[in-house]
């Protein structure tokens, strides 16, 4: 297998007579330093504000259980329609839990008549955390009956 080398000094390897550089690493062992950074480096990131429904919806139904959609702090996000949570223990947050009015907020479009923002009671271990939700009842006024989704 071929080896990059990093580090000067040689040695002779203890179950080959071929020479190696200490500290060398595999092309095997840089894939997979590689497949855990961008791993850390997807996982680190948030949505952009331009965000809506639809692409919460798709990280959400396409990342199935346990899947955390993060949202940006200090971000306001406006949908038009509601979030469905689509497995067991999915999460949609804040990058860095704020607990502060830095928490992303997700508002409601004016002139919906949508009463759920956000479903997925029927699945277990759901989290909703540090997110402010606005239904914008002000502008959206006050709808009577059910929810749309138990």
Avoid at 20 to 28: I, N
Avoid at 63 to 71: D, Q
Avoid at 87 to 116: F, M, W
Wanted: contains cysteine; glycine residues 10%.
């Amino acid at each position: 297998m071929p080896t990059f080398l990093y580090a000067r000094g040689y040695s002779i390897g203890e179950k080959s007579n071929r020479v190696r550089a200490r500290g060398q690493m595999s092309l095997l062992q840089i894939a997979l330093l590689f497949v855990s950074y961008t791993t850390l480096s997807f996982a680190a990131t948030c949505l952009a504000s331009s965000a809506t429904e639809v692409t919460i919806n798709n990280l959400l139904s396409k990342g199935g259980a346990g899947t955390v959609v993060s949202l940006c702090p200090n971000t306001n996000y406006t949908i038009n329609g509601t979030i469905y949570f689509t497995a067991a223990n999915q999460e949609l947050s804040t990058k860095g839990y704020p607990t502060s009015s830095t928490r992303a907020q997700i508002h409601l479009a004016a002139g919906n008549d949508v009463t759920t923002l956000v479903a997925g009671g029927w699945l277990n271990g759901l989290r909703l955390k540090n997110v402010i939700v606005d239904g914008q009842r002000a502008h959206n006024g006050v709808l009577n009956g059910q929810s749309e989704h138990q």
